[in-house]
């Protein structure tokens, strides 16, 4: 799906998950308490990674990278790499990096690298997420039911009356209706002409999830938006998806929890899961609740 299809999540927190849940290595139990350290691995994994040299010994920039030259990161360390294999590699301010695809084995706390080669862009995970509208389109299309509010300050009112709901979980603007679309979407470079056509309220689907009272939201919401809407029911208030990220910033191994994306679940990328952190946090916050993602995945054996 081109550069998303909607191009802002009205959210406090608008960041991405992505990936499996987890990786499938056996049926592990689940723990009796949260992870006191990061997990080893069984048999040999892999990522897609940059790996980076500042002067202190490589590591995998597993939670992303400052974006400077050179670049900036912390991560995992890497063992049994040495730049003379790599003549592919940046270099700047005494630093080293270059994007691998990486395999090796993992103790908990260093990979061992057994094989590398340069990354291409065939090779980082593609960002799959479906952000079209869930409700059915009424008859007639999406129209504008009052000119009066279907303006960008009443699109902003109508996202403090959602935030304001005692049952808000997550809004979106779903701008897929525009007529300048397909030439945004198309597009790797839009025109000014095609810019300016887009965010346009009359043509913005307002997406707001409330996990209980759909016809209290719909109600306090046409009362400042009149533009195109849709309410439906999500699993989880954004009050708990919050609390479910503070809970987690400390467990061993995390890349940074985060909540607001489309899934309506904290995010929770970790540098190894064999199953068990994904069975502990089902059994600790329920299902749904929280997806976790391991950056360094089985090799198929």
């Given at each position: 799906m081109g550069r998303g299809i909607v191009l802002a999540l009205l959210l406090a927190a608008a960041l991405t998950g992505c990936?499996?849940?987890?990786?499938?290595?056996?049926?592990?139990?689940?723990?009796?308490?949260?992870?006191?350290?990061?997990?080893?691995?069984?048999?040999?994994?892999?990522?897609?990674?940059?790996?980076?040299?500042?002067?202190?010994?490589?590591?995998?920039?597993?939670?992303?990278?400052?974006?400077?030259?050179?670049?900036?990161?912390?991560?995992?360390?890497?063992?049994?790499?040495?730049?003379?294999?790599?003549?592919?590699?940046?270099?700047?301010?005494?630093?080293?990096?270059?994007?691998?695809?990486?395999?090796?084995?993992?103790?908990?706390?260093?990979?061992?690298?057994?094989?590398?080669?340069?990354?291409?862009?065939d090779d980082w995970p593609d960002d799959t997420t479906d952000f079209s509208t869930p409700c059915d389109e009424p008859a007639g299309g999406w129209a504008v039911v009052d000119r009066a509010i279907t303006t960008e300050s009443a699109q902003r009112d109508a996202n403090r009356v959602a935030e304001a709901l005692p049952d808000y979980g997550i809004a979106w603007g779903d701008q897929s209706i525009?007529?300048?679309?397909?030439?945004?979407?198309?597009?790797?470079?839009?025109?000014?002409?095609?810019?300016?056509?887009?965010?346009?309220?009359?043509?913005?689907?307002?997406?707001?999830?409330?996990?209980?009272?759909?016809?209290?939201?719909?109600?306090?919401?046409?009362?400042?938006?009149?533009?195109?809407?849709?309410?439906?029911r999500v699993a989880n208030t954004e009050a708990r998806l919050k609390q479910v990220v503070e809970d987690l910033r400390d467990l061993p191994g995390n890349l940074t929890p985060q909540f607001g994306t489309i899934s309506n679940r904290v995010d929770l990328p970790v540098v190894h899961d064999d199953g068990s952190i994904q069975a502990w946090v089902d059994e600790e916050y329920g299902a749904d609740v929280v997806e976790v993602t391991s950056a360094l995945e089985p090799v198929a054996q």
């Open positions: 990936g499996d849940a987890t990786s499938s290595q056996g049926a592990p139990g689940v723990p009796a308490a949260s992870p006191t350290a990061a997990l080893p691995a069984d048999g040999p994994v892999r990522t897609v990674t940059m790996i980076l040299d500042d002067g202190d010994g490589p590591v995998m920039c597993l939670a992303g990278a400052a974006w400077a030259t050179p670049p900036e990161c912390d991560g995992p360390a890497v063992g049994a790499w040495d730049w003379d294999d790599h003549p592919e590699a940046e270099s700047a301010g005494g630093a080293r990096w270059g994007s691998y695809v990486v395999q090796g084995t993992w103790d908990g706390t260093t990979l061992a690298a057994t094989e590398a080669r340069p990354a291409t862009e525009n007529p300048a679309w397909p030439g945004w979407e198309d597009s790797g470079e839009p025109s000014l002409e095609i810019e300016m056509a887009m965010n346009d309220p009359r043509y913005t689907i307002l997406n707001v999830g409330v996990t209980d009272d759909l016809e209290r939201a719909e109600a306090a919401l046409r009362e400042v938006w009149g533009g195109p809407l849709c309410v439906t």
